[in-house]
């Protein structure tokens, strides 16, 4: 029983006791090499320990939490995701010498709420998980050194702290909406006593605030407007920690809630739909006028939130699996945008679109980077990004949704035109007197693993595809607890077993 449990629960395990190591570096001095090599050790630890678990099911902790082929798919993306930040993020210019041990022991705290954020089950443990992951970002935001006459980190911490509580708090008035109509905290348990009340104000108005925190961590309108201005405010590679990560586990949790609704739904799916809507044409109108690079990847990542809801509206396993693989896309896509900005930053400083010119002379393997990162966000094939949609596409034109098809294409359009701009600047503008940029191995290493899976993703999707396909099918999002999964039950501890 021990055995399967550490096995079952061996990423989260990783990751806590990295967590642990880190704090005790930070209650010495100088000590930011041991922090960072601790924290390069943890993330490389976390991807062979999700290899090791891979294939293990489990319920743990009185049915609370599941570890299932559809969380380990998803912990398997986290952790490499974490690798990625850390070998792009480099010696942390912009963040205060005195605190980057402590930023390593959040950005670690933050991986490890989101690890556990996907195989919650059960809405109290689900909202301890959210809010591990949440709470360290909301204090990473404010550590970025500051400038003379320039506290830009301070107005973006408050913003996204105070939208946060917002959100979340709209979030558990939904979910007690829920408990009272259910009886229960569990969601395996909510659906089947949730789908005779399905249709009723109360339970649409339950499931509808629910989404609100989920909502605002993938940036949807109209809980959007922290977006820009934690990015520009926030270090380089903050931001790039806020566009990716939790982007993945907010989706993992709206399936979970989503699921609960009914497929023929019409009132959830029209809701979805003018969010999705609503998110696209803001983020893609408002981005078209942006000189700042990182608010240029704020408005257009409001878009493509958009982009992946719209898998949602179809209610069904097909649009579940679509959004979790677009999503899974978007993390390499932004990725890749964001090296690029923390190579040709000058001292952690805020890059504008300007500052890319004359890239492929600099750095060509930056400029080649940033090519295939924009090309895949702008829907070009034969990219990840063209695949996403195209599989987003097809998951809402088989409900029959023809018009936010168009719109979806329109956007995509629109987004070109920005998307272009950039690449322009890198690839067809002179350099001037700005230097060339010299890379370490760590961001060359991270170059060519991002080229690489935005590449493979888009050419070969299928097994992609299937594996998210058929881990939605074993967890049984829309059915009961899969038989055959182990549950460890001992009373003492608190682990179920079957």
């Known amino acids: ?3 399967t449990f550490l096995t079952a629960f061996l990423p989260e395990l990783v990751l806590l006791c990295g967590a642990l190591v880190l704090f005790v570096i930070c209650l010495g001095e100088s000590r930011t090499r041991q922090a960072r090599t601790a924290a ?4 490389f630890a976390t991807i062979i320990a999700c290899v090791i678990s891979f294939g293990t099911e489990a ?3 009185s049915g609370a939490y599941r570890v299932d082929a559809f969380s380990q798919v998803l912990k398997l993306v986290l952790a490499c995701g974490f690798t990625l930040i850390l070998l792009l993020s480099g010696r942390l210019p912009d963040i205060r010498e005195e605190v980057k041990p402590e930023y390593l022991l959040f950005l670690v705290l933050s991986v490890s709420g989101l690890a556990m954020l996907v195989s919650c089950v059960d809405i109290i443990t689900l909202v301890v998980a959210l809010e591990l992951s949440s709470f360290p970002l909301y204090l990473m935001v404010p550590m970025r050194r500051e400038r003379e006459g320039q506290r830009v980190q301070m107005e973006s911490a408050i913003k996204y702290l105070m939208f946060g509580v917002a959100a979340n708090g709209i979030m558990f008035f939904g979910m007690s909406y829920l408990f ?5 905290t569990s969601l395996t348990v909510m659906l089947p006593r949730l789908q005779p009340l399905i249709h009723s104000p109360l339970a649409i108005a339950g499931l509808a605030m629910t989404f609100c925190g989920l909502y605002f961590k993938l940036a949807i309108f109209p809980f959007h407007f922290w977006t820009p201005d934690v990015y520009q405010g926030a270090s380089n590679e903050t931001a790039s920690l806020i566009a990716s990560l939790p982007k993945i586990g907010a989706v993992a949790v709206l399936v979970r809630f989503v699921s609960l609704a009914s497929p023929d739904n019409h009132t959830i799916a029209t809701m979805l739909a003018i969010l999705a809507v ?3 044409f803001y983020g893609n109108l408002i981005a078209l006028i942006q000189k700042d690079f990182k608010r240029l990847l704020g408005f257009s990542g409001i878009a493509h939130a958009g982009y992946a809801l719209i898998g949602f509206v179809a ?6 699996a679509a959004a979790l693989y677009y999503i899974i896309g978007y993390l390499l ?3 890749a945008c964001f090296v690029v900005i923390c190579k040709v930053s000058r001292d952690g400083t805020n890059v504008s679109i300007e500052e890319m010119a004359g890239l492929h002379r600099r750095s060509p393997l930056l400029a080649l980077t940033l090519v295939v990162g924009v090309f895949a966000l702008a829907g070009i094939p034969p990219f990840v990004g063209f695949m996403g949609k195209l599989s987003l596409l097809s998951a809402v034109l088989a409900k029959g949704y023809l018009a936010l098809a168009i719109i979806t294409v329109v956007n995509a359009t629109i987004a070109v035109y920005y998307y272009l701009g950039v690449v322009r600047e890198a690839c067809f503008r002179g350099a001037g007197d700005r230097p060339p940029i010299q890379l370490d191995w760590p961001t060359r290493a991270a170059c060519v693993l991002l080229i690489t899976g935005i590449l493979v993703l888009g050419v070969a999707p299928a097994r992609m595809l299937d594996t998210i396909s058929s881990s939605l099918a074993r967890a049984h999002l829309t059915g009961p607890t899969v038989s ?4 460890m039950r001992t009373p003492p501890s608190g682990l179920e077993s079957r």
């Open 315 to 320: 209610l069904s396993e097909a649009g579940y």
């Open 484 to 487: 055959t999964a182990l549950t």
């Open 1 to 3: 029983m021990i055995a």
């Open 333 to 335: 896509m932004v990725l």
């Open 278 to 280: 609503g998110s696209m």
């Open 180 to 184: 009272g109509l259910t009886g229960t």
């Open 40 to 43: 390069m050790a943890v993330s």
């Open 59 to 61: 319920t743990l902790f």
